[in-house]
């Protein structure tokens, strides 16, 4: 345990979520509390209005300004925990409830104490058993240490389902309703779980508020860039050495992350950054890149829910985004007309491409792309639109390959 | 100003608003309407509130111009 108090205090250098981790089993609430110590008393919301925080889950939301909201709604709030992180490519929030599970908790427990909420509800994906158990272990610790009598924890399991993480399909969810998204207004933060104004915040977003609610938000913004500071966990995978997760200063290089994960395993021809709903970068232009999201968004991307996936080139982008979009389409809340039938007919599309058959789509594709986003009760068809009008962008060699009926790739 | 907004959850694609506003609205090619967000000048909110009152789901709906959104 003397190892861990020699980090006591987090300078500015990582780890700062994943410091303390050990491999073997999650950080016990002792260990815990003796490297990070007690929650303190502080103006939560104002720390992290000054930190700069954005919320971690993929929207990139200030979550100052989100806690602002909740704190000035008159009824009594609660608070959600959303570490359901449906995205096959993601990993990180399963990694910090597994490992530091006590951080999660904290962040949560510090958000209702500063909102006034009892509840905070800690919300797992349905195949997450091992982070859920450690979770469920984490609550029994704390309450049977009478941590924080005013807040009562609560463990609850998505369905498995990717929409059901979106914010208004898990209120509806912890309502007793289906997981499925709701029309907006009314947003979480105006009528949320049971009625009540609720914050939902992403699992490391909520680990990163535990730490700025103990350092303040000037040691917070001692790493990362000046729009978009701290660190963030990243999910890497595809043609590297040691897929994993990974901490980063936001602003690192995508070549420096990448050494970090023990190099490339092949010749990289694009990068997926984001996720599903996000962004294809073709390779050449992507190395240099810096990861945050002012340096991202001229190149139309973000690091959405911290996704890095490389595709190596050997492999057809359009065959991956094709099956990616036929998954995406698939798991389309089944509610909303442009979304249902929209979806379907791009993956038909894309499949139609990628199996090169010699029919163009491109001008049908282009339509149905124009026309889907915007038009869902959730960002479901957007991030998806996102998506496949990136591939038709970075791999558009290889679609007119196919035209000509054939693939770069080692087609299975 | 008001603007036209579609439920997109409620609405089945019955398509009578855009009959009854081809102004604002148009159908896709799966029948679900796509809304043209700019305001309804006055001199169709007459048309706008009938093809609101016509939505056999109540999807269509005729709101004063969207609040800044304060949380996605």
Redesign the interface.
Known sequence: MSALADDALPAARLPRLLAGLRLDRAVSLDEHLARLGPLPRVDLVAAVEASGLRGRGG?G?PTG??LR?VAARRSRPVVVANATEAEPVCAKDEVLLRHVPHLVLDGAVAAAAALGAREAIVVVGADAADAHAEVARAIEARAQRRLEPEVSLRLAVAPPSFVAGEETALVSFLSGRAAK???KPP???ERGVGGGPTLVQNAETLAHVALISRFGPDWFRAIGTADDPGSALLTVSGAIRRPGVYEIALGTRLVDLLAEAGGVTATPQAFLLGGYFGTWVDAARAQRLELSAEALRPVGASLGAGAVVVLPASACGLTETARIARWLAHESAG?????V??LAAVAGALDRLAACDGKDMRPQLARWLR?IEG???CRHPDGSVRLVASALDVFEREVRQHLRGSCTGNVR | MKTLRVNPIACDGHGLCAELLPERITLDEWGYPIVDPEPIPGSLELHAKRAVAACPTLALVLARAARGAVAR
Do not use: E, M, S, Y
């Open positions: 929207g939301f300004a989100k909201a998204p709701t029309f947003l979480p933060f509610q909303c007309g442009p979304c039938h929209g026309q038009r869902g009760a």
